[in-house]
């Protein structure tokens, strides 16, 4: 539009869409019937949505996952505007939230000139998840343009949570026991079993061959038949992060007769006498050795 000073042109608003959220830069020049000539930039940037976040390739692959150790978590951070103050990060450690220290516990690397986005790489450092624990972290920044911006809100989709389980699986037997005779015609073993973030299969072996068994609470539940001699049962534990645990209860016999646990309790006791004598024994000539030594 032609004005009294001389033309002056307006521009449609840029739609309000993150994806345009940019930084612009209009360049103009003019000519008068002289042949003046003047040439002007004029550089702006529009943010109404404030920053990108994005996990780098090893971190994406952690989300969800449980762990025997940790490794570093980086966060990446891009905005068409700079921070207006110091970024926060926390990490939620099972319900604790702390606060990292810059230096200390991440580092920040800041790349991009005064024409491109501002870049800020976070490296979360592998020693902040040392612990079993349940791991979550978050970047808090504020941009020139006031956006608040946190990187695991709903909207920003780069939030991060994961395990850390370094502790084996246990086992505790409730109504079985080494070493003994059962009368019946079938006994269904009781286990508690446990691990102190996610257990993730129980598998239960009686003489090397696998068994069905049954999870439920915390408890692993097996029968254990009806046999004309002393089993051996061997459990494997393993919990969402790999580890594992054997556990081995030897010589459970189960029989619906009498003279069987019977001789069970016999040869146990004959067994455990002989097991005796031998120590005597050897000790006997152990010191007769000895003596004959010197």
Known sequence: AETSAGYEYIFDNIPDEEENDDIYTINASAVDSAENKIEKSIRFVVNRYGSVFELDQNSRVLRGRFMP????????????????APQNIYITKDSETLELKEGADYSVETVGSE?????????????????????SVSVHSMD???????????????????????????CVPLNINENTAYKNDKLTAHLAVTDNIMLKNVKVYI??????????????????????????????????????????????LVTSSAIRILAHKAWFRICCGASVLLAGASAVIFRKRKKRFY
Not at 231 to 248: F, G, H, K, P, S
């Open 144 to 170: 020139e343009a006031g956006n608040i911006n946190i990187s695991n809100s709903e909207e920003k989709n780069a939030d991060i949570d994961f395990c850390i389980d370094k502790t084996k699986p246990t």
């Open 207 to 252: 003489d090397g061959k696998e068994v069905r068994s049954r999870y439920f609470e915390d408890e692993c539940q097996f029968d254990i038949t009806d046999s004309n001699h002393a089993q051996n049962i061997r459990v494997v534990l393993t919990d969402m992060a790999e580890n594992e645990m054997e556990y081995n209860y030897r010589n459970i």
């Open 69 to 84: 150790s940790g490794q570093d978590v980086v966060i990446i951070e891009k905005n068409p505007d700079r921070h207006s």
């Open 115 to 135: 024409n491109e986005w501002s870049e800020y790489i976070y490296t979360v450092y592998a020693k902040n998840f040392e612990n079993d624990a349940r791991y």
